[in-house]
């Protein structure tokens, strides 16, 4: 089971998505086709990063800088060198700095 953003997100996405195609089909303008896939990437980088910190799959378990607990979220977080800031802080996939001390 996934958890409820996650959930969410991926309704979004989906949405998006199906937005993406039609105006692709319609032929729209430029820049209305233009923000509706910047939509799409927004969402897409979101659902991914949320799935690897949330269910991550083993593979993916190598890249994790630590776990800690998103009170947020409700769940634990897998965060990785690549959400870490330069104040040794990283960025919870809910938006919140935690440090090391937090995990």
């Known amino acids: 089971m996934l958890h409820p953003v996650l959930d ?3 309704d979004s996405l989906l949405t998006i998505w199906r937005h993406y195609d039609d105006v692709t089909r319609r032929d729209a303008d430029h820049a209305t086709r233009a923000r ?3 939509q799409l990437d927004l969402l897409r980088i ?4 949320l ?4 269910h991550p799959e083993p ?3 190598e890249d994790v800088s630590f776990s800690t607990h998103c009170p947020t979220l409700g ?4 965060l990785r060198r ?4 330069d104040s040794g802080s990283s960025v919870c ?3 919140a700095i935690v440090g090391m001390e937090d995990g």
């Not at 799935?51 to 949330?54: A, E, I, T, V």
């Not at 769940?75 to 897998?78: D, E, Q």
Request: glycine letters at 8%; aromatic letters at 4%; charged letters at 30%.
């Open 93 to 95: 996939p809910c938006g």
């Open 46 to 49: 979101r659902v991914h990063r």
């Open 82 to 85: 690549g959400d870490l800031l």
């Open 59 to 61: 593979r993916e378990l």
């Open 75 to 78: 769940a634990p977080v897998f």
């Open 36 to 38: 509706a896939r910047q």
């Open 8 to 10: 969410d997100a991926i």
């Open 51 to 54: 799935r690897r910190s949330l």
